[in-house]
Each structure stands twice: as structure tokens, then as C-alpha cells.
T-cell receptor, first 114, second 111 residues
Framework: DTAVSQTPKYLVTQMGNDKSIKCEQNLGHDTMYWYKQDSKKFLKIMFS???????INETVPNRFSPKSPDKAHLNLHINSLELGDSAVYFC?????????????FGQGTRLTVV | QKEVEQNSGPLSVPEGAIASLNCTYS??????FFWYRQYSGKSPELIMF????GDKEDGRFTAQLNKASQYVSLLIRDSQPSDSATYLC???????????FGKGTLLTVNP
């Protein structure tokens, strides 16, 4: 069983389109995250949710709208896609956020905007 | 801006040698420090974490933390070709809900 699963794995779309990435975790964790990894492999936090509540919004453009319908799911909707949005998006989850909290990552969604 | 700095590499070591990966961070309030390994095209996976000054050993891996110097390192003993990957240093950057990552160090272990 995959602990943190994302769909789709690959996404190719045109500029201006709207797309969604779904994430589900079956670890029973209460905290979920979205990270963006650019072409230089720099992994940067976008959002953190705890028990469906937004905790961190790391100055992400409001074209990006996360939604957490329950603790096990955190989806990412992106409006009006731009070339600069091309990256690998990783969902992650953890149990709480104490000093020894380990984040488990999904397999990533490679988004290519053309 | 709270930052985590790593040498981007590539760091190349022969099989069986010790690989030393270094990381510095700017936020003195950081509490915990993580080393992730990422193979090409794969997701990051946790190797180990440390939050007390000193050394922490797990098999062939040793993490070292010096909070006064704001420095954390990862030593890999008896390096294997399968250790070839990008190693990401991550810091609990003042908020328990946010890990701040360095840009990673690409390690190549040559047979």
C-alpha cells in the first residue's frame, strides 16, 4: 500500500488552463503539506495543513488554492497556469509537528506547462 | 530570510570511502534537523534526524549537530554506489509545520 499517493504522476497542459493535483495519505497523519521542487531541485514549502486547517501559506500566488476535505486528503488546484509553474509538486504528511516529526513524501507530480 | 545552505557538489568519492556532507542554517531558533536522500526522479526519503548537539549514529550514517556554529553534517561510512543520490538538508525553520530545505548535494560513489 502506498502511504502518500498523488495523482496524476505527470501532467502536461497549456498556459492559461486550470488543473488539479490530488493527494491522499493512509498513514492516519493529521498534517499534510505541498512542496514545489523546481528544475534546480530546490524543494520549497507551499502550504501546511493540520486537521484540515491551513497553518502555513508560504507567499504562494493566489492562483494556487489548496483544499483539504478531510485529514487524509489535500488537493491542489491551480488556476491560469503559467510557464513558471512547471515543476515537480510533492505532497507530504506527518503526525503532528514536534521536533522529531518525520514527513513522508508522495511520489511527486511532474507538471509541465507549454 | 531563513536559509539553509549546502554545497551543491557534485561530491565524488570512491566506493568504501567516507562521504561528508555539510549544511549550515541561518535561523538560531531552529530546533530539529533532517537529512533526506533523493534518487533521481524519486521522492525524498528520510535518512535520519537530529535535534541535540553532538553525534547521532544509525548504521553507516552519522549526523553531527553544532548549534553554536549553526552547522549540521552527515557522514556516510563505507560508501556504496547505491548511496549515489542528492542529499537534502532540512531544518525546522522556526515553525514545526515548515521544513526549510537546502538545495541539496549530489553525491556520486564510484565503484
Amino acid at each position: 500500500d502506498t502511504a502518500v499517493s498523488q495523482t496524476p504522476k505527470y501532467l502536461v497542459t497549456q498556459m492559461g488552463n486550470d488543473k488539479s493535483i490530488k493527494c491522499e495519505q493512509n498513514l492516519g497523519h493529521d498534517t499534510m503539506y505541498w512542496y514545489k521542487q523546481d528544475s534546480k531541485k530546490f524543494l520549497k514549502i507551499m502550504f501546511s495543513y493540520n486537521n484540515k486547517e491551513l497553518i502555513i501559506n508560504e507567499t504562494v500566488p493566489n492562483r494556487f488554492s489548496p483544499k483539504s476535505p478531510d485529514k487524509a486528503h489535500l488537493n491542489l488546484h491551480i488556476n491560469s497556469l503559467e510557464l513558471g509553474d512547471s515543476a515537480v509538486y510533492f505532497c507530504a504528511s506527518s503526525q503532528g509537528a514536534t521536533v522529531d516529526t518525520e514527513a513522508f513524501f508522495g511520489q511527486g507530480t511532474r507538471l509541465t506547462v507549454v | 530570510q531563513k536559509e539553509v545552505e549546502q554545497n551543491s557538489g557534485p561530491l565524488s568519492v570512491p566506493e568504501g570511502a567516507i562521504a561528508s556532507l555539510n549544511c549550515t542554517y541561518s535561523d538560531r531558533g531552529s530546533q530539529s534537523f533532517f537529512w533526506y536522500r533523493q534518487y533521481s526522479g524519486k521522492s525524498p526519503e528520510l535518512i535520519m534526524f537530529i535535534y541535540s548537539n553532538g553525534d547521532k549514529e544509525d548504521g553507516r550514517f552519522t549526523a553531527q549537530l553544532n548549534k553554536a556554529s549553526q552547522y549540521v553534517s552527515l557522514l556516510i561510512r563505507d560508501s556504496q554506489p547505491s548511496d549515489s543520490a542528492t542529499y537534502l538538508c532540512a531544518v525546522n525553520g522556526g515553525s514545526n509545520y515548515k521544513l526549510t530545505f537546502g538545495k541539496g548535494t549530489l553525491l556520486t560513489v564510484n565503484p
